[in-house]
């Protein structure tokens, strides 16, 4: 069993930055099996895929619609991933969810795992 935190959400204006946080924790959570992805769902919309992270290694994806703005890293000495947001648009407004899986980065929601509660991002404009 997995557990994970997210944090870091909150009203932000436009143009500004946000960090997320994701801290996993666990007796079956070894930090090098694991990637780890970060998705969003706006209201009214369904999830999406936003960026994943290799822990071992480092790999990184982010999706196009954030790509050059959002950057996803790890800390491995505290089991916790990182979503740096910068100049946020208001349609970057959302449910930002963290997920773990056991294996290699991917896209697909539903091949992970373990999910967080998810943190709400509101950007004003």
């Known amino acids: 069993q997995v557990q994970l935190v997210a944090s870091g959400g909150g009203l932000v204006q436009a143009g500004r930055s946000v960090r997320l946080s994701c801290v996993a924790s666990?007796?079956?959570?070894?930090?090098?099996?694991?990637?780890m992805g970060w998705f969003r769902q706006a209201p009214g919309k369904e999830r999406e895929f936003v960026a994943t992270?290799?822990?071992?290694?480092?790999?990184?994806l982010v999706a196009d619609s954030v790509k050059g703005r959002f950057t996803i890293s790890r800390d491995n000495t505290k089991n916790t991933v990182y979503l740096q947001m910068n100049s946020l648009k208001p349609e970057d407004t959302a449910a930002y969810y963290c997920?773990?899986?056991?294996?290699?980065?991917?896209?697909?929601?539903?091949?992970?795992?373990?999910w967080g509660q998810g943190t709400q991002v509101t950007i004003s404009s």
């Open positions: 997920a773990t899986k056991i294996g290699g980065i991917s896209v697909r929601q539903d091949e992970y795992d373990y």
């Open positions: 666990g007796p079956t959570f070894t930090f090098s099996r694991f990637a």
């Open positions: 992270i290799q822990l071992l290694g480092g790999t990184t």
